[in-house]
């Protein structure tokens, strides 16, 4: 159990919906990363927060948002969804760990849009 | 621009044979890390190993080796007498600090 964790486990949902994945880093880790892997893309990185502030974008969609609330949660917002968007979403949160910025990943949410 | 490539797409082996997946990185950086990942059909990535740009030791940890090699830019893995409990996808990440570059991962299956 890496301590991050993802809510929901499983999301279906259709095309043109819009909806919210949630996710908790470990304790006292300040940065947060999601990550999509999807068949056609494989994994890629999304977005970075770190205390509450966007540090860094990766191969994020416009209709894809994030935010880290004061909390230190993140939330990652999909909208006006496709097929295309059905993947599986990790959320990684990062700690100090023998000198590196250890990245630890959550158990993911597998989106499914019919 | 930072690169991660797995030629191997999908690799079969028979129990208690050694297999080799291959990782080849490209980035400009002098200092970056290196990883590898497994993930089992349950979907969770597990962390298997990083490696920092100015460590080219080798390690072993059991069954499982890693070669480095700078010159060639190639970060492999070794799986030692393979078990079934070994079949997974298999991924090889770069990171130069922040977020991680995936390769696109090798499947290893392991009959008995």
């Known amino acids: 159990d890496s301590g991050v964790t993802q809510t929901p486990k499983h999301l279906i949902t259709a095309t043109g919906q819009r909806v919210t994945l949630r996710c908790s880093p470990r304790s006292g880790d300040l940065s947060v990363y999601w990550y999509q892997q999807s068949l056609d893309q494989g994994l890629q990185f999304l977005i970075q927060y770190y205390n509450g502030e966007e540090r860094a974008k990766g191969n994020i969609l416009e209709r894809f948002s994030a935010q880290q609330f004061p909390d230190l949660h993140s939330e990652l917002n999909l909208s006006s969804l496709e097929l295309g968007d059905s993947a599986l979403y990790f959320c990684a949160s990062s700690g100090w760990r023998d000198g590196y910025n250890e990245q630890f990943f959550g158990p993911g949410t597998r989106l499914t849009v019919l | 621009a930072q690169k991660v490539t797995q030629a191997q797409t999908e690799i079969s082996v028979v129990e208690k044979e050694d297999v080799t997946l291959d990782c080849v990185y490209e980035t400009r950086d002098t200092t970056y890390y290196l990883f590898w990942y497994k993930q089992p059909p349950s979907g969770e990535l597990v962390f298997l190993i990083r490696r920092n740009s100015f460590d080219e030791q080798n390690e072993i940890s059991g069954r499982y080796s890693w070669n480095f090699q700078k010159s060639t830019s190639s970060f492999n893995f070794t799986i030692t007498a393979s078990q079934v409990v070994d079949s997974a996808v298999y991924f090889c990440?770069?990171?130069?600090?922040?977020?991680?570059?995936f390769g696109k991962g090798t499947t290893l299956s392991v009959s008995s």
């Open positions: 990440a770069l990171s130069e600090g922040t977020a991680l570059i």
